[in-house]
T-cell receptor, first 115, second 110 residues
Framework: GAGVSQSPRYKVAKRGQDVALRCDPISGHVSLFWYQQALGQGPEFLTYFQNEAQLDKSGLPSDRFFAERPEGSVSTLKIQRTQQEDSAVYLC?????????????FGNGTRLTVT | EDKVVQSPLSLVVHEGDTVTLNCSYEVTNFRSLLWYKQEKKAPTFLFMLTSSGIEKKSGRLSSILDKKELFSILNITATQTGDSAVYLCARNNAGNMLTFGGGTRLMVKP
């Protein structure tokens, strides 16, 4: 079935390079979230979109991180001038509605390794 | 403070054992508490708990929420090797944003 799709599955970047991570949410899902999951830890919130509007970006760790969802469907998370501490799995999730009773569906994530 | 704490950090059991995973949180005004199972890929949804004292069941898994004592438990009976995973607990805040705990890593040996 059509779940949340993320690409690439793996990304290796040299320190200082820019990267772009893509998320295709489930069709028709209003809300889209990005989470960062370091090894052995739970996911941590980065940013949230409702349709094309970015309603919360309080979790973005620095101004090197930028996310967009220009047409309210596909989203891109961009990291500029990558640092080693950016190495993590980046998870995207979507939900049908922007209410608490609508469970989040996660993608398989992009594993970013910065060398 | 906005923390979700899970215990134990890891657990090793044998097939057929029963396990109880714990999740405690600190904020009282939240919408719901959720449990996810994470094998090597995407976290998959298990339960959403909104009301205190009402158990939710799905096969060998069950979960309950205690809003007074600010915790939830996830029980797995008659464990199988396929239950081996990281179990994540998350508090659902306004706007459907989740605050996750660090997870409990469960390993079920044959």
């Amino acid at each position: 079935g059509a779940g949340v799709s993320q690409s690439p599955r793996y990304k290796v970047a040299k320190r200082g390079q820019d990267v772009a991570l893509r998320c295709d949410p489930i069709s028709g899902h209003v809300s889209l979230f990005w989470y960062q999951q370091a090894l052995g830890q739970g996911p941590e919130f980065l940013t949230y979109f409702q349709n094309e509007a970015q309603l919360d970006k309080s979790g973005l760790p620095s101004d090197r991180f930028f996310a967009e969802r220009p047409e309210g469907s596909v989203s891109t998370l961009k990291i500029q001038r990558t640092q080693q501490e950016d190495s993590a799995v980046y998870l995207c999730a979507s939900s049908l509605r922007a209410i608490y009773s609508s469970p989040l569906h996660f993608g398989n994530g992009t594993r970013l390794t910065v060398t | 403070e906005d923390k979700v704490v899970q215990s134990p950090l890891s657990l090793v059991v044998h097939e057929g054992d029963t396990v109880t995973l714990n999740c405690s949180y600190e904020v009282t005004n939240f919408r719901s508490l959720l449990w996810y199972k994470q094998e090597k890929k995407a976290p998959t949804f298990l339960f959403m708990l909104t009301s205190s004292g009402i158990e939710k069941k799905s096969g060998r898994l069950s979960s309950i929420l205690d809003k007074k004592e600010l915790f939830s438990i996830l029980n797995i009976t008659a464990t199988q090797t396929g239950d081996s995973a990281v179990y994540l607990c998350a508090r659902n805040n306004a706007g459907n944003m989740l605050t996750f705990g660090g997870g409990t890593r469960l390993m079920v040996k044959p």
